[in-house]
């Protein structure tokens, strides 16, 4: 569970900075969906209301993960609507082994690998983005911390940072510090070991923590 105060990207601050968060504060279950069974039932019947609730739920995070790892905002709409469409397809052979969210998101990142093993890849520019409209992440400044810093700043500095990690580890970073999933959603989502989620976050947030120390007067 996530403890208060925990820096959404733990290792990345800089002393007297908790740099970044979620935007919400999640429980153990990371992105939790209110009546699950129930909604996974309804799922099953193909109810097209339970399609637009899970939207609801999980339509966000779908766009997230899809917009890191095809830097297309176009794309990205297009793979959540088509996974919406593969879910309503799918969903009467769900076994919910897993949990509905694990199993949501791992269809987005699996249509994702197709869409890029289909072309060549191409990263967006970070200054493309609004990175406070898109980034789901809050900067906190705290005692100590230099308050003539500007927001935007830090947050299209992190962008940036994010989008110069390789993308296994932006796919990671994603996942479970902005998303909020634990870290055995992270590895089912992305089909590795616990293990080397742990791996490929410990190597990002050093590379995100470099990358931020200017900031920080470092």
Known sequence: MRRPGRPG????????????????????????????TELIARLRAR??????????????????????????ADEAADV??????????????FRGERGLTTWVMRIVANRCRDLLRRRRFSAGRAEDMDPLADSGLRAEPL??????????RVMAALERAIDALPS????????????????????????????????????ARAALRLALKPLAGG
Not at 53 to 70: H, K, V
Not at 80 to 85: G, H, K, Q, T, W
Not at 143 to 152: F, P, S
């Open 47 to 72: 109810d097209l209301e339970a399609l637009g609730e899970l939207y609801r739920e999980l339509g966000g995070a779908m766009t997230t993960l899809a917009r890191t790892m095809l830097r297309d």
């Open 80 to 93: 959540v609507e088509d996974v919406l469409l593969r879910i309503r397809e799918k969903a009467p052979g």
């Open 9 to 36: 990207f733990a290792g990345a601050e800089q002393p007297g900075c908790h740099l970044i968060r979620p935007s919400r504060e999640r429980g153990e279950a990371g992105l939790g969906i209110p009546n699950e």
């Open 168 to 203: 296994d580890q932006r796919e990671a970073v994603i996942l479970r510090d902005r998303l909020g999933l634990s870290y055995e959603e992270v590895a089912d989502t992305l089909g590795i070991q616990v293990a080397a989620v742990k791996s490929r976050l410990f190597r």
């Open 143 to 152: 005692e100590g911390w230099d308050q003539a810093i500007d927001r935007e």
